[in-house]
């Protein structure tokens, strides 16, 4: 099992950025791909970027490509999500997941974190 602890969340006006992270302990952290989910009130969970153990390989929800920089340093057990030019539909609790299989779905992560609140003012 994978603990993980998101950070970075707060408050900013459209158009700003934000660089969230993703703090991993327990079992070996470079072995897992990391997911960024995000959940709005009312709205269901949905796929934000995912990265790869290695980290050569990205992938990004369309609402968000362009954006969003997902990245890992194993080193330091730590995942990033820069997101920049930020819209205030991206407000929503943002979680970080852990799984072995690299991919978008959701279900296919077995540890989550707690989440961190992005709110973007208009």
């Known amino acids: 099992q994978v603990q993980l602890v998101e950070s970075g969340g707060g408050l900013v006006q459209a158009g700003g950025s934000l660089r969230l992270s993703c703090s991993a302990s327990?079992?070996?952290?470079?072995?897992?791909?990391i997911g960024w989910f995000r959940q709005a009130p009312g709205k269901e969970r949905e796929f934000v970027a995912a990265?790869?153990?290695?980290?050569?390989?990205?992938t990004y929800a369309d609402s968000v490509k362009g954006r969003s920089t997902i990245s890992r340093d194993n080193a330091k057990n730590t995942v990033y999500l820069q997101m920049n030019s930020l819209k205030p539909e991206d407000t929503a609790v943002y979680y970080c997941?852990?799984?072995?299989?690299?991919?978008?779905?959701?279900?296919?992560?077995?540890?989550w974190g707690q989440g961190t609140q992005v709110t973007v003012s208009s």
């Open positions: 997941a852990a799984g072995v299989k690299f991919t978008t779905i959701a279900n296919r992560y077995t540890d």
């Open positions: 327990g079992r070996t952290f470079s072995g897992y791909a």
């Open positions: 990265v790869s153990w290695s980290g050569d390989s990205t």
